[in-house]
């Protein structure tokens, strides 16, 4: 089968399930991924055949794509701040969003010496990794209550050629630190119950729970965990950086400022939404 006879199937097997631009998306990532092409070289190879190993592995992703699963673990692989991450259903898909929240932490961050770093609720590594491999002589530590999360962050490090020391760890059960910290970063569950309804069915059906939600009673419980800790551990200027809800970013800042922050700064993401929070002592 010729590229653009592939490409023909593939959309119309997918044209009744998803947007014709996303349906589109998901073709260039595939064809990138089993291919290695551009989209440039997809439009000067249009009548190049396709060998037959290569065309089922095309048409089993839209049989997957058409139950909504994510083409990132689908394809088993993302990018993420321009690098390249494993991801699986232990870990969340990395969002552009806390591509953001890693621009602010390096802006913001001394580059000319030996920081303590530590990221709180891992996943697949993508703060932790991204973090390093700009920031080379910082020392950075990672935290994540999965197992299966920490094995595939550590995975992540070692395809990224940086340093990281990932440790299972449940927060919400850890009393101190073992260090003190020059930085400390999360992004913790923060989508209360209510909120599922808006929840696309690709992230609902699929993405690990437990690293998207928290209860409707006690949403902030995370951030109240993880702000007591990060006073009690951070250094003299020290920051605290934070992914929040939307809907709930001036009841965060006010959590942080009863615990003892006196500096905390709300910013939105690109799409206009209160998303990050930076905190100092």
Same mark, same amino acid.
């Given at each position: 089968?010729?590229?653009?006879?592939?490409?023909?199937?593939?959309?119309?097997?997918?044209?009744?399930?998803?947007?014709?631009?996303?349906?589109?998306?998901?073709?260039?990532?595939?064809?990138?991924?089993?291919?290695?092409?551009?989209?440039?070289?997809?439009?000067?190879?249009?009548?190049?055949?396709?060998?037959?190993?290569?065309?089922?592995?095309?048409?089993?992703?839209?049989?997957?794509?058409?139950?909504?699963?994510?083409?990132?673990?689908?394809?088993?692989?993302?990018?993420?701040?321009?690098?390249?991450?494993?991801?699986?259903?232990? =870990?969340?898909?990395?969002?552009?969003?806390?591509?953001?929240?890693?621009?602010?932490?390096?802006?913001?961050?001394?580059?000319?010496?030996?920081?303590?770093?530590?990221?709180?609720?891992?996943?697949?590594?993508?703060?932790?990794?991204?973090?390093?491999?700009?920031?080379?002589?910082?020392?950075?530590?990672?935290?994540?209550?999965?197992?299966?999360?920490?094995?595939?962050?550590?995975?992540?490090?070692?395809?990224?050629?940086?340093?990281?020391?990932?440790?299972?760890?449940?927060?919400?059960?850890?009393?101190?630190?073992?260090?003190?910290?020059?930085?400390?970063?999360?992004?913790?569950?923060?989508?209360?119950?209510?909120?599922?309804?808006?929840?696309?069915?690709?992230?609902?059906?699929?993405?690990?729970?437990?690293?998207?939600?928290?209860?409707?009673?006690?949403?902030?419980?995370?951030?109240?965990?993880?702000?007591?800790?990060?006073?009690?551990?951070?250094?003299?200027?020290?920051?605290?950086?934070?992914?929040?809800?939307?809907?709930?970013?001036?009841?965060?800042?006010?959590?942080?400022?009863?615990?003892?922050? =006196?500096?905390?700064?709300?910013?939105?993401?690109?799409?206009?939404?209160?998303?990050?929070?930076?905190?100092?002592?």
């Amino acid at each position: 089968m010729k590229i653009k006879d592939l490409r023909t199937a593939f959309v119309d097997r997918l044209q009744d399930h998803y947007p014709l631009e996303e349906v589109q998306s998901f073709f260039q990532i595939t064809a990138h991924h089993f291919l290695g092409y551009s989209r440039m070289d997809i439009v000067l190879q249009l009548e190049e055949v396709v060998e037959e190993v290569k065309v089922q592995q095309f048409l089993t992703t839209c049989d997957r794509l058409k139950n909504h699963e994510p083409i990132q673990y689908i394809l088993g692989d993302t990018e993420f701040y321009g690098l390249p991450f494993k991801v699986t259903p232990a =870990t969340l898909i990395p969002r552009p969003e806390t591509e953001e929240l890693v621009s602010w932490i390096l802006e913001d961050l001394p580059k000319d010496t030996t920081l303590q770093l530590l990221d709180i609720g891992t996943g697949s590594g993508c703060i932790a990794i991204s973090l390093a491999k700009h920031m080379e002589q910082t020392n950075v530590t990672a935290y994540d209550i999965s197992e299966d999360a920490i094995k595939v962050a550590s995975e992540n490090a070692i395809l990224n050629k940086v340093t990281v020391t990932f440790t299972s760890v449940d927060i919400l059960k850890t009393t101190r630190l073992d260090q003190s910290y020059d930085c400390i970063v999360s992004n913790p569950p923060y989508v209360r119950e209510l909120e599922k309804e808006e929840i696309q069915s690709n992230v609902l059906d699929h993405e690990p729970h437990s690293a998207l939600f928290v209860s409707d009673t006690d949403p902030l419980v995370f951030y109240r965990a993880i702000g007591k800790l990060s006073y009690d551990n951070l250094s003299g200027n020290g920051r605290l950086f934070f992914e929040i809800n939307q809907y709930l970013g001036k009841e965060t800042v006010q959590l942080l400022k009863e615990i003892g922050f =006196t500096q905390v700064e709300l910013r939105q993401d690109i799409f206009g939404n209160d998303r990050m929070i930076k905190a100092s002592r």
